[in-house]
């Protein structure tokens, strides 16, 4: 017997769209229904395994019963925008998946699938009716099952008419008689007023239906009821007749529509999921037409021999993918494999194996291929493997393109820059991921990654940002990996004492003043000692008791003298285990520390720091601030020098929204902060206060950040109504950047992105979000974005241009770090003053802006000093 699947689509889309989280495309185009709903689609797909699909659909256009009843589903909310959306998208991918579409105006997606499946029925085809919708039970028989989802989309109750009367103890179509008397909330249907759920389905369990209940209403007992009853006698019956699902509809059905699909097409899926962003359901198409077998030629090299006869093969472009031991720890970085990649072929290379044989030998061989500047060179996420050339003294040349940090250009969203998913997002492919040469079919991908790349960088006027700052940029940080910063160990363990004694101090502070010991760093006694011993308001209550998280404590700092003291002990502990121990981890042999920079982390386009994050350290207690007396020059004459941008995203905000007031106000050289307080505080700028140029500070950075009225209320601990007032004399004495605030955001909801001053670009799908508190979030990242992300560019520009400048003028002295706005170098004794002006000229000059850059210059002979 041949099956159907019929899709209540609508109901099906409405129960995905509420089930997941928020999801968009990198276009900011909502995909969570449609996601959750091809999904399910799977699921049943491979539990029934129909002959054909068919998915009906409802139209805008009234219905026959809207003509009969025009209070026929009033009240129901609007379809969310973000929900309407996805209907087009999820009807052309059916089309494409062969699945028929039915709509008719007129008549609903229920009417349609009562006629389809009746249809069936009569020509000995089973059915499978998959919806949200309980109304579409009535149709349930021994030939059609009724899924109902549940919980979302993930679970389903399954019924055909025995198992409903068996449940119901009614028969399906008696179904539309307990609607009939009960009526329906979500479809506006009447019923009759005072019978509920129970009370109707032991009426029609007792009469059989509607009408036999009125015929028999002096038999029924209860005073109440019976009046309902008979002052409503023609409601029941019409609300009967609007529950009825309509098995007529006027459509042309053939044996072939519920009998057979159209072929799906593969390759226009490919596309659309690839435009959607939907690897894991990519996966789930296979094409027929080509072999799950890999047809890559997969050729494996393990001796020198065939190293050597293999580079010198080589002419004019390489793809190369690679694999290190240990990435984190410099003294251990080896590499193990290198893979190159051709189209349709992939040469896995043991290096680990080769080195082996003879080390000496093997590196000569592959610097002869990486010195080649005649062999360009496309590499995946190559920062590291540059940092092992760095390590065995090869120079790489000819390397022009980075596939992982062109992707992280493109779209900054992502987790992950990894080759197989550039595969899935850029070319749709699904290699088995269980196969022993994976690495070889990978890096097969690379020229066509490659080329799909470089023209979208191109194409989204790119080729600047990538070209001159983010792919130099990659030596730069190569180079400050392998350089490292020197340690001074004697001082490390001379802080842990001291860390160690400072906490004691302040736990036995803590229980003096509770008057008992517990464990601090346990939210639950904490709780109990705060809450109920000291009897401080609760302000926030978790599944485990009571919240004592930072944003509470901070709330309570005035009501108890203990308050204050928690939060530094929280923080000296941090800071004593991530950087007093956590330093001490990851000393290398040289006595250095490698920090590792990451360039596709971060959405905003800044760099970040790991093993360890020296971006980090706190600095709001002198104990935070002390850890950087550990970071010391690599000579004892050397000299730490720390060149900081001053207020770098003020300045940004300034040259972007070209208000005159804030440029007049760089360019004049006048303390910002105190500008603003005297516009703010209307006062003239010599009775500004240290309070009132602390306020105006808050509002600057705030404005920068999108901030509330009510967060920088929180802020300030001032009333809201100050906050607004405080903001709303800030943007009328900046009016352009009040300008700028509105354009970035309407901007935003246009295109979905934002861009910076070199045109890097940030998605913002949060400001579609119907919901508000996501919506307005998306508002702060869009005017934060363009502010932020330049800031970025320029520090990173200025990175580029001082790297090049001391190579260029054959300095021995080093970039060694970069934290935020801030440039850290080791500077040899001699060239210090030559060193210092360089190094402010080229931040100063990395780009030009409507203000001046400020650059502030400190040194010393620890990293605290030179701040």
Known sequence: MKKLLILDSNSLMNRAFYALPPLTNSDGINTNAIYG???????IKDEINPDSIIATFDLKAPTFRHKEYAEYKAGRNKMPPELA????????LFKLMGIKIFEIEGFEADDLIGTVSKFAENNATEVAIVTGDKDALQLASDSTKVIITKKGVSETAVYDSKTFIDEFEVTPTQFIDVKGLMGDKSDNIPGVPGVGEKTAFKLIKEYGSVEEVMKNIDNIPGKKLKENLENNVEQAIFSKKLATIMREVPIE??????????KENIAEIKKMLIKLEMKSILAKFKDDTVSEEST????KIHNIKEMKELFLEKKNRIYIDYTLSDASIYSKLELEYLVLGEDNKGIIIYFKDIISENKDEALKVLRTLMEDENIKKVIHDGKNFVTYLNKNKIEIKGFDFDTAIAAYLIDSSKNKYEILELVNRYIGDNPNTEDENLKGILSSYLPEIYEELKETLHKENMDKLYYEVEHPLIYVLSSMESIGFNINKGMLDELQIKFKKE???TQNEIYKLSEEEFNISSPKQLGKILFEKLDLPVLKKTKTGYSTNQEVLEKLIDKHEIIPKIMYYRQITKINSTYVEGLK?????????????????TTTGRLSSTEPNLQNIPIKYEMGREIRKVFIPMEETDILVSCDYSQIELRVLAHIAGDENMIDAFEHHSDIHTKTASEVFKVPIDEVTSLMRSRAKAVNF?????????????DLKISKKEAEEYMSIYLERYPKIKEYLENVVKEAQEKGYVLTILNRRRFIPEIKASNKIVKALGDRLAMNAPIQGSAAD??????????NKLNEKNLKSELILQVHDELILNVKKEEFEEVKKLVAEEMENAIKLKVALDVDVNFGKTWYDAK
């Open 585 to 601: 981890n990851v000393i290398d042999e040289d006595g250095r520390i490698h920090s590792n920079f990451n360039q596709t982390v």
């Open 37 to 43: 709903f091809i999904n399910m689609l799977f699921k």
């Open 794 to 803: 320029i520090i990173k520009l200025a990175m580029v241009n001082v790297y």
């Open 702 to 714: 705030g404005i920068v950040y999108g901030i509330s009225a009510f967060s920088l209320a929180e």
């Open 85 to 92: 959306e996805q209907f087009p998208i999820i009807k052309d």
């Open 503 to 505: 906490i004691e101090e």
């Open 253 to 262: 059905l053939t044996l072939d529509d519920i009998n057979s699909m159209e």
């Open 296 to 299: 890559v030629e997969i050729k």
